[in-house]
């Protein structure tokens, strides 16, 4: 067993338009710039131990997500959390956000899709794991 690594330190995201993708995660996430330079930018939450956002300009946007070969359904790469999923759920649809459909359990534990600017799908679920 190695214990080399300890954490994600960046989650990297392509984007085609900086300021624009820089406006939606400020305003969506909530996370403040920590280095802004012409084609890249790194993010940072206000929450220690978290992993930065990486930013970066690409002329060619593919779109982070794949298909689940067992259902067909599309998923994302990265789910954020948050304790008031349905609260979020419905003030991304105020702010126009694309999102997809809510889905929640029995228990109340569930999430849901939406994308950026660049059509890069991201998730929200208000599951914490072990060591969270």
């Given at each position: 067993?190695?214990?080399?690594?300890?954490?994600?330190?960046?989650?990297?995201?392509?984007?085609?338009?900086?300021?624009?993708?820089?406006?939606?995660?400020?305003?969506?996430?909530?996370?403040?710039?920590?280095?802004?330079?012409?084609?890249?930018?790194?993010?940072?939450?206000?929450?220690?131990?978290?992993p930065t956002i990486f930013l970066?300009?690409?002329?060619?946007?593919?779109?982070?997500?794949?298909?689940?070969?067992?259902?067909?359904?599309?998923?994302?790469?990265?789910?954020?959390?948050?304790?008031?999923?349905?609260?979020?759920?419905?003030?991304?649809?105020?702010?126009?956000?694309?999102?997809?459909?809510?889905?929640?359990?029995?228990?109340?534990?569930?999430?849901?899709?939406?994308?950026?600017?660049?059509?890069?799908?991201?998730?929200?679920?208000?599951?914490?794991?072990?060591?969270?």
């Open positions: 067993m190695s214990n080399f690594i300890t954490h994600i330190a960046t989650i990297e995201i392509p984007v085609t338009n900086l300021n624009k993708s820089i406006e939606f995660y400020i305003d969506i996430l909530g996370v403040k710039v920590v280095f802004r330079g012409n084609k890249q930018a790194m993010l940072s939450f206000s929450t220690k131990g978290v970066v300009e690409t002329k060619e946007q593919t779109g982070l997500s794949f298909i689940n070969t067992n259902n067909d359904i599309e998923h994302s790469v990265i789910d954020f959390y948050t304790p008031n999923l349905k609260e979020f759920y419905n003030w991304l649809i105020d702010k126009e956000v694309t999102v997809g459909t809510l889905n929640v359990n029995n228990e109340s534990f569930g999430g849901f899709g939406f994308k950026d600017p660049d059509g890069n799908l991201l998730s929200a679920c208000n599951i914490l794991h072990q060591n969270q």
